[in-house]
């Protein structure tokens, strides 16, 4: 969901693994020539969701990364393919009335800003037809609650670690400057 702290989580895990991270927003961005919210409102959603599969498709081809996308990735089955079938995918699942206290001043995030519906209106929309999706694309889900950024990185290695997708702790080299 947007808000539930992706990018930021995902720029600690890679830090922590010593791997590259990709968030693909502004992937997209650079390849529009644009804001998503500039490109939303003159192109529309479904311009942008062409786009982002398109990003999706290529950003899951590359070996050995920390990838952030989009809240709404999950709504083409394609992109829910991809992610699942290429990457290992972890759900930072939060509620929406968590997300609105997060995103109450957010004015960057095109979906929230249509139809001048209440935020938390809005959120527990966007979560009821996304968090099934979620789901089904996640091998993980960790419930970030309040919990603090270190938090949900350490929750996020020690996931990976048991699943065997990275090294553990001790045994990993020391990621590079």
Request: glycine share 10%; charged share 25%; hydrophobic share 35%.
């Amino acid at each position: 969901m947007p808000g539930s702290g992706k990018s930021t989580v995902g720029r600690h895990v890679a830090r922590q693994l010593g791997l590259p991270f990709i968030d693909t927003d502004p992937l997209i961005e650079r390849r529009i020539g644009c804001s998503i919210r500039d490109y939303f409102e003159t192109q529309g959603e479904a311009a942008f969701r062409d786009i982002e599969q398109a990003v999706i498709g290529d950003v899951t081809q590359l070996d050995a990364h920390v990838v952030a996308t989009g809240g709404g990735a999950v709504l083409r089955e394609a992109n829910r393919h991809a992610l699942h079938d290429r990457t290992t995918v972890i759900y930072l699942r939060s509620t929406p009335d968590e997300l609105s206290r997060r995103l109450r001043h957010d004015t960057h995030r095109p979906l929230l800003q249509q139809g001048g519906a209440d935020l938390l209106r809005r959120l527990r929309g966007l979560f009821q037809e996304r968090d099934p999706l979620y789901r089904r694309t996640a091998h993980f889900v960790i419930e970030t609650g309040r919990l603090s950024v270190h938090t949900l990185v350490n929750m996020v290695l020690m996931q990976l670690e048991l699943a065997g997708v990275v090294p553990l702790a001790g045994d990993r080299r020391a990621p590079h400057p």
